[in-house]
């Protein structure tokens, strides 16, 4: 079994190397027509250099993950400054593109939480349809959109889950199948259980991906891993691409939703147990405070088990 871990959006190992500056609506409003141009190109150059700089980092420390910010471009969907960022960026945007299928780095995107399928209000959905369309067109702009993934949550319930998830079925209608076909669901820690997630996915033919933290925090007891793993893992057959986990651990028992600094081996140890038993290829997604330091202090931790060695900088084999 082979382990590959990433991390989310920023290396917190190189200074100053944010991909997520912004500017501001109510700032962008200040500004005369020359300057609104002027900001918007300068942050979202920043942010692409920057994520740039995060590649070939991840390329230099062997870190084949990589989940992108959302917040790239600024105020790419706010529907009074909607602007052209492709053009001003193409070369930028084709150099990352590049780098990430030369290296075969295995990018994503995780929109917020306000982007999603459940609601009753016409223009929530409105907004998540705009809001799938940006992060599949910077997927597109790189050359990646036939690889990389979108990963949102089912959404909410509003006090009736049925009902909320019967609105799922006919708001995701609205998402051209391009991007459905490029977008993954996640179970929640509140609402969605991996189960009912599960249900949707199939209903769907959408991808499941499995967060263990999650999963301890809002499962029923009924709900057991061995058997849930399998049905959740051959929906990645429907994309053609190894199955990844979301990793992280609680800050504390009382906080237990809350994500700690670092991931802790002993709160994974049940998922790593049963995940040798399968013996599959797995990638390991974290999402902890320490970023891509939480990942390869990871792999450190989890090379230490007797049995397991480590393979490359964020890669291990068991």
């Known amino acids: 079994m082979i382990i590959r871990f990433g991390y989310v959006s ?8 944010s991909p997520a500056k912004t500017l501001t609506f109510t700032r962008w409003q200040k500004l005369d027509k020359e300057e609104r141009k002027a900001q918007l190109l300068h942050v979202t150059r920043q942010n692409l250099e920057h994520t740039l700089r ?3 980092y991840n390329i230099a420390h062997e870190i084949y993950l990589y989940r992108f910010s959302s917040s790239i471009v600024p105020l ?3 529907p009074e400054v909607m602007w052209d960022y492709r053009t001003p960026f193409k070369e930028l945007f084709t150099e990352i593109g590049q780098l990430v299928k030369k290296h075969k780095l295995r990018t994503s995107f995780h929109p917020n939480q306000f982007t999603l399928f459940t609601s009753d209000k016409k223009h929530i959905t ?4 705009g809001d799938m369309n940006y992060h599949f067109d910077m997927l597109d702009a790189m050359g990646l959109s036939d690889e990389g993934i979108i990963n949102i949550h089912v959404g909410g319930a509003y006090g009736n889950k049925q009902k909320a998830t019967e609105r799922f079925h006919e708001n995701i209608k609205k998402l051209p199948s391009r991007i459905k076909k490029r977008m ?3 179970n929640d820690d509140k609402t969605y259980t991996t189960t009912e997630t599960l249900a949707v996915c199939e209903k769907e033919n959408i991808t499941l991906l499995f967060d263990y933290h999650h999963y301890m925090a809002n499962h029923e007891e009924d709900e057991k891993i061995e058997e849930l793993l399998p049905k959740v893992f051959k929906t990645w057959d429907w994309v053609n691409l190894r199955p990844k986990i ?3 651990s609680p800050k504390s028992e009382k906080e237990f939703r809350s994500h700690a600094d670092n991931v802790d081996v002993q709160f994974l140890m049940p998922l790593l147990t049963y995940l040798k038993e399968l013996n599959m290829d797995i990638d390991f997604m974290i999402e902890a405070k320490q970023k891509d330091r939480a990942a390869l202090k990871l792999c450190e931790d989890i090379a230490k088990i007797r049995g397991v060695k480590r393979t490359g900088g964020a890669t291990i084999e068991w």
């Not at 920023?10 to 190397?17: E, G, R, T």
């Not at 409105?126 to 349809?129: K, L, S």
């Open 246 to 248: 979301h990793v992280s």
């Open 76 to 78: 790419a969907t706010h």
């Open 184 to 186: 993954t669901l996640e």
């Open 54 to 56: 995060m590649i070939h």
């Open 10 to 17: 920023h290396a917190l190992s190189l200074w100053d190397c």
């Open 126 to 129: 409105e907004n998540a349809v």
